[in-house]
Every structure is written in C-alpha cells, then in structure tokens.
C-alpha cells in the first residue's frame, strides 16, 4: 500500500510553486520551512493513527497562511498530551467538516513561510 | 517474528467470531453490573461538565453549531458535551486546548447528514455508594 507523505508528496510541491509565484518580492524563510517539515511530519503521525486517505495542501494568495486538510475517518483521542494538541497550539486556526465521500476533514492553518525581501 | 500465535493466527473465522462475541458480552455484562449499582452524584464533575459546556458555547458562538449536553448517558457514571455543525472552525487555540482536555476522551466524526460531531466524553459522573 502506498502510504503518502504529507511534506514530500504534497505540501513540498505546492509551497515550491507558491514560491515561484511569490518571488521576487517574497522569499521563503528557511527557519520557518524546517518548523513547518516538523509540522508536516506529526501530521504523517496523526494521519497513520486516525487511518488518514489524503491530504489537500493550499497557500492563500493574500495572507500566505497554508492550509493542510487530512481526511480521514474519525479523531478519537484518550490522552490529555497528543500530537494533534500540539498541532492545534500551532495552528492559526483549525476546524472539521465533512467530504464529499462523507469523511471527516481536518483543517489546519499555519501562519506564512515568506518573508519580504 | 514477535508475538506470533499459530493458534490465533490460523483459527477459524467462526472460532474467532464467537470469541469476540463472548468478550463484548463480558463487557457489557460488566458495564451492566457497575450500572446497576447504587451511586450518588460528583458535583465536582457534574460542575465540569456544565463548564466545558459553557466554555465550548463561548468557542462556537456566531459558527451556527448546536451544543448540548447529556448526563448519566450512555451509563450512570458518564456524560458528554456534543457539538454539531456543518463547519467548525477554530482560532482560540489555548482556550480550545484547556476545554477539551478537561474531558475524559474527545472525539470528533463524520455524521451521514454532512455534520461533523464533536464529542467530550466525561467518566465519573457518580460516586459509589456504600454503607
């Protein structure tokens, strides 16, 4: 079974076009790409855990914030320390719904990677 | 190979099934003797839950989501605050994070209507007691 990388199957891709459409006024800040791999890779962890199927990765055009929605079937968590608690404390904002399959989509919103040059 | 059972792992899928039958009925024989129990009420859980109630109210409000809550259910000793929404969105990060762990367990799923339920599940609603 192919099991996806958040970073390195789409998150990567999407921010390395982002940059190319952002610069040259905006350049991507190398301390803030290394917190945001770690970001990357609890959500890996969650998305084994919570039996994850995808991953959807955007950049707004305006705030540069990134988006990154997991579908996956349910959260259920037991344990008053968890890395999807971490992830919701680095978050700009987080949020559930649903798909269209009728799975459940978890967003998180992390603040921009850019820095003006 | 760790753990290995050649037994377990080349046992009948009948022989399986009714194991597992047997142990959810154990389970539930066992919820139902802790049910049937004599008990008097936490207030001090009672009172968190009727917090977080509040608390997940003052996160959601202007979002359209329905928040309720329910005590002694599904057994005497639990109860849970439920949000439900077509979108719940977040941005009061740390206030969300004090809230959710003060339950017992959370859960978030997807319903068949296109709601998302936000579960918190609380235990030791009830106190045992005894003379």
């Known amino acids: 079974m192919f099991i996806m990388n958040c970073y390195d199957d789409v998150a990567g891709i999407v921010i390395d076009e982002a940059s190319k459409r952002f610069s040259p006024l905006w350049e991507i800040n190398p301390e803030n790409l290394n917190i945001f791999k770690n970001y990357c890779d609890a959500i890996d962890s969650i998305s084994k855990e919570f039996d994850g199927e995808s991953f959807e990765v955007e950049v707004d055009e305006i705030t540069m914030e990134i988006t990154i929605v997991l579908e996956c079937f349910e959260v259920l968590i037991h344990t008053k320390k968890h890395l999807f608690y971490e992830l919701i404390k680095r978050s700009v904002r987080f949020g559930f719904s649903t798909s269209e399959d009728g799975n459940l989509l978890v967003k998180f919103v992390f603040p921009s990677l850019w820095d003006r040059v | ?131």
Do not use: H, W
Request: hydrophobic share 40%; aromatic share 10%.
């Open chain 2, 1 to 131: 190979m760790d753990n290995f059972d050649f037994e377990k792992e080349f046992q009948p899928d009948e022989e399986m099934d009714a194991e597992l039958d047997e142990m959810i009925k154990f389970i539930g024989e066992k919820l139902e003797e802790k049910n049937s129990k004599d008990a008097v009420i936490n207030p001090d859980r009672m009172q968190l839950v009727l917090q977080v109630y509040r608390a997940v109210k003052c996160l959601t409000k202007g979002t359209g989501a329905k928040v309720t809550y329910i005590l002694n259910e599904p057994y005497i000793d639990s109860g849970c605050v439920e949000v439900i929404g077509k979108d719940l969105t977040f941005s009061k990060s740390q206030l969300f994070l004090d809230t959710i762990r003060l339950a017992s367990n959370f859960n978030v799923y997807a319903k068949t209507d296109g709601t998302v339920s936000m579960d918190l599940t609380f235990n030791g609603l009830t106190l045992p007691f005894e003379i």
